[in-house]
């Protein structure tokens, strides 16, 4: 699968898509779940309840947001990729959060489902003819792609670890 083309996504996507390194995609979002469930899995049930400022969400609340994400973008790109071309609404992050409780969930729950939700996205990638990718779809009133989608998908998370390193972690360990 080629990278998407600036033409196939609205530009406040371009900072994930952009953060994906050039490679196999699936190969990509493999080994970024192995690597998410081997940072997640070094942290204790109490870290992971640990916020950096107390107006962010938790350790476990970002995990969780990046499972609702992948799910919403999954969904939006099967959608795509299928052909249906009906408009689909955008989200917003900060209402799904407020109807979650991933904080009174434990870690490994939400490390387990992670799992599910990656994996489940990798079948459904795999399953997509090649033609898939290239539709365009209408998402927020914007275009987007189904392959846009997927890079979408990478680079977010991509973004949410990078952010869990440089703040959380570092605070966290300054903290100890």
Do not use: C
Not at 22 to 36: F, S, T, V
Not at 67 to 84: A, H, K
């Amino acid at each position: 699968m080629q990278r998407p083309n600036s033409s196939e996504y609205p530009s406040y996507f371009a900072g994930y898509i952009n953060a994906v390194p050039e490679g196999d995609l699936p190969d990509l979002l493999e080994e970024q779940k192995r690597a998410a469930i081997e940072l997640f899995r070094s942290l204790t049930e109490e870290d992971s309840g640990f916020r950096y400022l107390p107006e962010k969400w938790s350790i476990k609340e970002t995990l969780g947001h990046v499972i609702d994400t992948e799910r919403v973008m999954s969904y939006r790109l099967l959608r795509i990729g299928r052909g249906d071309t009906t408009p689909l609404p955008g989200f917003d992050q900060d209402e799904l959060m407020k109807g979650a409780s991933f904080d009174r969930r434990s870690l490994e729950s939400l490390i387990k489902e992670y799992g599910a939700v990656r994996d489940s996205s990798l079948e459904l990638f795999s399953g997509l003819p090649e033609e898939s990718w290239t539709r365009q779809g209408t998402v927020a009133d914007n275009g987007i792609t189904a392959r846009a989608l997927a890079y979408i998908i990478a680079g977010h998370e991509r973004h949410h670890v990078r952010i869990l390193k440089e703040r959380y972690l570092t605070e966290l360990h300054t903290a100890e």
